[in-house]
């Protein structure tokens, strides 16, 4: 799943662009006044929850109600991380710019712009159901709680207490940047004439002549699912992966847990910091993962504005008003002087509009003014059935992200879950559209049923690893490209990640998959033979002219390459250091490095750090994590996924496989699942023995059993508490 973290360019252009727009005033920064810390401490009895830790320290949040639950998870999470949690806290109240200056003033301007706030309070009575109002109100009890009784760890008190609003408004602004909304207001603001925006070049056209290519973006890269159902396993079972790629550390690293009420909530899984509900998992009955899709769900409009009045726009032959307002915005220049900064936000008939020097413009995108995501997951969460699930897909809250389903009956299913928005067949959506007609202002969606889904295929499974959903399975049930309008830009089936192409084979070649063999296919560490990975080694190998002994050493390493990704492999470091940033920027749309320029210094590079070209995979490729610093296979784009960045010595893995849980139903429909996490359940402390407990395990892919069952997990349990209390095993289990 992709990161919600914009560049850092972009935030600085970004919070400059703005800034000089409407002068701004100096202000002294108030000092933050300490509330009466037992009013953020629920009265004793209110809630009705253990926190069991394991012997991973991963917590096991057992309650009478959901909302009990609720409240011990928020409270947990904020003892492992506490301060993204805050982060998320501050940003979403609007106070970014007073902690982190100018680069925080960027968020809440599209707190702002995005009228996030404003779509959250008309809606949060009447939209949610009361039980996850509840729910939320409940984990944000939790959160207060612990800021009461660990005051030393706020940094500001002027955004607690935190609110049940605090925690969906956390969903309403997070949901677009999942499918890129930052991509389309960039340009606008970079640019100082009217900026050319298209979509991605292989989001553009089903064009089947495109090469396969692997899905890159800033950071994170991809994600993986797959569901073997018992019509390919050799014993009868079901088999799920759930394995989304997120950075190692931040606001979108998953956290494992395990929820337990007797209101039927029975699930472990992965959440975000200040999400109260799992993400993906699974509960006794199905389990779910999510992967990146990028349809196209943004549409840019250039407004026409009244010559004799700049706060009107053209719209079928009248001019109308802007709803329009002025923001003043706080942001620190010092410790004790802050910038009051006003800014002007707009709305009209598409949506939140912008002016700048080179016209007004309005955004509109899938999912605008939605704030039930919470509901949907939390519905997903305790479905007991295929219909049941089906059921909360079809609120069509969550506006995308593809999901890969598998359950107890032996039902696997892929939907490319998406809101598309039906368009007019006369505009060229690929840029900006005209913004004075109804015939562009789309309301209408792709029905649930019409998206294309592959549900129990004869073939025995189904995959997406970000890649085109016209090539799920093997064999004639995928879906057809041809019955899809382009202007919904539904990645063609020429896009293939390497991780797919390798699921597709592994998969396909084997028609009675055992689970030790489900577990080795989702750690595979190869490259396809049909990558673009192959093909570049192919040019490189036919046409690279060495220039020198260091360059024809290179030449022969990379020629003894068998596509493999093992720690010891000598080749590998070569190949994945030349190639990852060829292709990521040739796919980002950005100046393309020369491929023999970049394939001679990454060999001179390597040469120069560790004497010799062909160096082990595991010396450059490395896991760091406190005092923990080890050698790891794997790597871009493959099954086994890590993402390193350069720090001069080595690659330091960022992202890519984080939170991994493997699922099996038995022919009986019976569940056990086992999980690893790159590090451990302990986010910020690092003297915590579950800071990189199990990173070991990671580096050796390998996974740990996940207590799912209380009688299994009671011989494992450390630690039995309630909030507030002293940690410790309070509370053994009977």
Request: aromatic fraction near 12%; include cysteine.
């Amino acid at each position: 799943m992709k990161t919600l973290i914009e560049s850092k360019v972009f935030l600085l252009i970004l919070a400059v662009s703005l800034s000089i727009v409407l002068f701004p005033a100096c202000e002294k920064i108030k000092p933050q006044t300490l509330p009466d810390l037992n009013s953020l401490i629920p009265p004793e009895g209110k809630y009705d929850v253990v926190i069991y830790r394991d012997e991973w320290g991963i917590p096991h949040i057992y309650g009478k109600r959901d909302v009990d639950v609720a409240y011990g998870l928020a409270y947990a999470h904020c003892e492992d991380d506490f301060k993204t949690i805050q982060e998320g806290q501050i940003l979403i109240r609007g106070k970014s710019g007073l902690e982190n200056s100018f680069q925080g003033f960027v968020f809440d301007y599209m707190l702002e712009f995005l009228q996030v706030w404003d779509i959250v309070n008309s809606k949060y009575e009447t939209d949610l159901s009361p039980e996850v109002r509840a729910i939320c109100e409940a984990a944000a009890e939790g959160v207060n709680h612990y800021a009461g009784t660990h005051p030393s760890e706020v940094r500001r008190w002027d955004v607690f207490p935190a609110t049940g609003k605090d925690i969906v408004a956390g969903f309403v602004l997070k949901a677009p940047l999942f499918f890129g909304l930052n991509r389309y207001i960039e340009p606008l603001i970079k640019s100082r004439v009217k900026p050319k925006i298209t979509r991605p070049r292989f989001l553009a056209h089903n064009d089947e002549h495109l090469e396969p290519r692997y899905f890159l973006d800033e950071l994170i890269l991809g994600s993986n699912t797959f569901a073997i159902s018992p019509l390919r396993s050799a014993d009868g079972s079901t088999f799920l992966d759930v394995n989304s790629h997120q950075p190692w550390t931040g606001p979108v690293a998953w956290y494992e847990v395990r929820l337990k009420s007797e209101e039927g909530l029975d699930i472990t899984g992965g959440i975000f910091p200040g999400s109260p509900v799992v993400l993906h998992g699974h509960n006794r009955y199905l389990g779910w993962a999510h992967t990146v899709n990028m349809p196209d769900l943004v549409d840019l409009y250039e407004l026409t504005i009244n010559p004799d009045n700049p706060n009107q726009y053209l719209f079928d032959g009248e001019w109308k008003d802007f709803e329009r307002e002025v923001i003043e915005f706080h942001i620190k220049i010092s410790d004790k002087w802050a910038i009051r900064l006003p800014r002007e936000v707009l709305k009209c008939v598409y949506g939140p509009a912008i002016r700048r020097a080179h016209g007004v413009y309005a955004i509109r995108y899938a999912g605008y003014g939605d704030i039930r995501q919470v509901e949907q997951w939390y519905k997903m969460g305790k479905a007991k059935n295929i219909q049941e699930f089906e059921e909360a897909m079809r609120m069509r809250a969550i506006p995308s992200f593809n999901v890969g389903y598998a359950d107890y009956q032996g039902n696997i299913w892929y939907i490319y879950n998406a809101l598309l928005p039906i368009r007019s067949e006369k505009y060229d959506w690929n840029g900006i559209v005209p913004g004075n007609t109804s015939e562009t202002l789309w309301t209408e969606y792709l029905p649930f049923e019409k998206l294309p889904q592959v549900k129990n295929p004869k073939s025995g499974f189904i995959q997406n690893c970000n890649s085109s959903p016209f090539r799920t399975t093997i064999g004639d049930e995928n879906p057809k490209p041809e019955e899809y309008s382009p202007t919904f830009g539904i990645e063609p089936p020429a896009l293939m990640t390497n991780r797919a192409l390798r699921l597709l084979e592994l998969l396909g070649a084997d028609e009675s998959i055992t689970e030790e063999e489900f577990y080795q296919y989702k750690f595979d560490w190869k490259y396809s033979e049909n990558s673009i990975v192959k093909k570049y080694v192919n040019k490189i190998l036919a046409e690279f002219q060495p220039q020198d002994d260091i360059d024809r050493e290179a030449v022969e390493v990379l020629r003894n390459w068998d596509l493999c990704a093992d720690p010891d492999n000598k080749s590998t470091a070569i190949a994945v250091l030349t190639l990852e940033p060829v292709v990521r920027a040739e796919l980002l749309n950005r100046p393309v490095p020369d491929l023999f320029k970049t394939f001679s210094e990454k060999a001179h590079l390597l040469k120069s750090v560790y004497g010799e070209v062909g160096v082990p995979w595991k010396e450059v490729n490395r896991l760091v994590r406190g005092k923990v610093n080890i050698g790891l296979g794997g790597g871009p784009d493959l099954l086994y996924c890590v993402y390193g960045e350069w720090t001069g010595k080595y690659l330091e893995g960022r992202a890519g496989d984080s939170y991994v849980l493997l699922v099996t139903w038995d022919k009986e429909g019976k569940v056990h699942s086992t999980a690893i996490h790159q590090f451990g359940s302990a986010t910020q402390d690092e003297n915590s023995p579950h800071y990189a407990d199990q990173a070991y395990l990671f580096a050796e892919r390998k996974t740990r059993k996940v207590h799912f069952d209380f009688e299994d997990l009671k011989p494992n349990i450390k630690e039995a508490y309630k909030p507030g209390e002293p940690r410790g095993l309070n509370h053994p289990p009977q």
